[in-house]
């Protein structure tokens, strides 16, 4: 892998990841940008004991143009775009419309491939390898910064998740506190260690494998499951088998191991509903420990979690009052269900 940093007109950090070492990236970003401007603050909400990201700026950023004015698509033709080169293989950039700014944390955008017409399900493991890659990197580098608690990298995938470009691409978030899910997490660990004095991710893992009905696929390095309690209809949890707390602490097997695992996954994501049936719209989220709770960190487990709102063909799952009022998850497709289905539709 090769990195190349640069910077964007108006002063954003521009990242190229490339497979050949030779790669030369120097192209300049010739757009007479004026200054990011944002408005984003964190507010913690006393009842609930979270924080919320106020961003308003967010309001003006760019909705679904059509593929000819993609601004993740690679510089051609006198049309220039957020990387100002002609091709790339990975491309990570500041967020022009970020959640997170300043002393609040910071977004980033990263584009998995220049190809505007494909899906991360279509790369080959080469590419997947460069892109966890890409991950791994930022999260070390951003793990650095003096505002930032926890590195949340992530792919949201499809219209009906609220996706607004085309472009395949995925994002990175570099929170300035522990997110409300991890918290949870983390008070989880701690009380199993206390109740059993094991681990709560290893039991997870052992007893799926030792069960064995929500398995959808498994190899010598990772085990990818429909979690017991899955909260949405197909939800699917990859774990390490050797458990470690991020990106960073995988292990060169491990690493080697991913892409192939990780693109069958998502290939079956898209066979679910059966042939004809439009991509399928989904979240896949990165879960690492957070930086600044050393105590912690040994005990957590390092995982994605893969889930669609589709339910059927041409339904969705919506967060309804239960859910969204109380935090209370009603799923319609048992998680056995959903794991023979997956398996059915193995490759």
Partial sequence: MKKTSTRLADGREL???DIRDDTVRTAADPRPLPPVATTSEIRHDRLLGDDV????????????PPADECPLCP???????????SSYDVAVFENRFPSLAGGSGRCEVVCFTADHDTSFADLTEEHT???LDAWT?????????????????????????????GHPHGQIYAFPFTTPRTTRMLDSVA??????????????????????????LETDDWAAFVPYAAHWPYEVHLYPKRRVPDLLALDDAARAGFPAVYLELLRRFDRIFGPGAPPTPYISAWHQAPFTRPAERAGFGLHLELF??????????????SESGMSVFINDVPPEDAARRLREVAS
């Fill in 129 to 131: 390898a460069l892109v």
């Fill in 308 to 321: 669609t709102v589709r339910r059927t063909p041409g339904k969705l799952k919506f967060l309804a009052g």
């Fill in 53 to 64: 990201a106020i961003a308003s700026h967010r309001q003006a950023r760019t909705h679904l």
């Fill in 75 to 85: 510089s051609r033709d006198g049309r220039h775009t957020e990387i100002p080169d």
């Fill in 137 to 165: 990197d930022r999260t070390a580098e951003l793990s650095h910064l003096p505002s930032v608690e926890q590195v949340y990298c992530f792919e949201n995938r499809g219209v009906e998740i609220g996706v607004t470009l």
């Fill in 15 to 17: 990242i190229y990841y």
């Fill in 191 to 216: 009380r199993h260690h206390t109740a059993t004095g094991r681990n709560l991710f290893d039991d997870v893992l052992a007893d799926e494998l030792g069960d064995g009905t929500r398995i959808v």
